[in-house]
Every structure is written in C-alpha cells, then in structure tokens.
C-alpha cells in the first residue's frame, strides 16, 4: 500500500534521467520490501511514511497533499523530506557520483527513516 501512496514523480520516458530514477527507485521498493519483512531492524513501513508526511499512518480521508517522492541531484544519498508538502526526496547517481553498493545504500536509509531530522543534518 505504502508503495501506491509515495507517488514517484518520474522524467520523461526513455530519457537517462528516467533511468537513474529507475534504478535508484527500484533499490528503494527493495528496501520497503525488507522493512516491511523486518529485515531493517527498527525501520517498518510507517517510519518510511513518518519520514515523507510526519504520520505514520493514513489518515481516513487520505492526505490532503499525494505523498510523493521527488528525484534530485545531491552529493549523497542519504534521503530528504519535506512534510510540510508530503514530499520525499531521494538521490540520483551520475557520473562523478555512483549508486553506492546496495548494502550502503540501505544503512543511509535506515539512518534518515530511523531519525526525526529528516536528513537535514
């Protein structure tokens, strides 16, 4: 469900921003997959919601704003959001900044979902 609620907003197909957004999108499905398995230790599917809207759970009438996961271009990938607009931001590799292994990947996600700085720091 929490993956029909965090709406990605993608590029254009076939273009190469929508493939970086591809395979940073699909490490992140992986990684909700084993939160929701227990598999992240303290992270579960409402700290990943808690971290895009500040609820960790949807409210009856659904959320005002779509919750959504915008891509960006940052010297990291540890994750941002703003929950004022329901929005999470997550990173985009290039060139001179690769995806890290998926491992690394995971840790700098649990680091984000498992604070309340929401990546700020």
Do not use: W
Not at 75 to 83: D, E, V
């Amino acid at each position: 469900m929490l993956t029909h609620l965090l709406n990605p907003q993608f590029s254009a197909e076939g273009s190469n921003r929508r493939q970086r957004e591809n395979s940073t999108y699909t490490l992140f499905i992986k990684y909700m997959r084993e939160a929701a398995s227990g598999r992240r230790g303290a992270v579960n599917l409402g700290s990943i919601l808690r971290f895009a809207t500040g609820t960790e759970e949807e409210h009856a009438l659904s959320f005002a704003l779509q919750p959504s996961i915008q891509f960006m271009e940052s010297a990291n990938f540890l994750p941002t959001a703003n929950t004022c607009i329901n929005r999470m931001n997550l990173s985009l590799p290039d060139e001179s900044n690769p995806l890290p292994l998926q491992e690394e990947l995971f840790n700098l996600f649990d680091l984000a979902f498992c604070n309340t700085f929401f990546g700020l720091e």
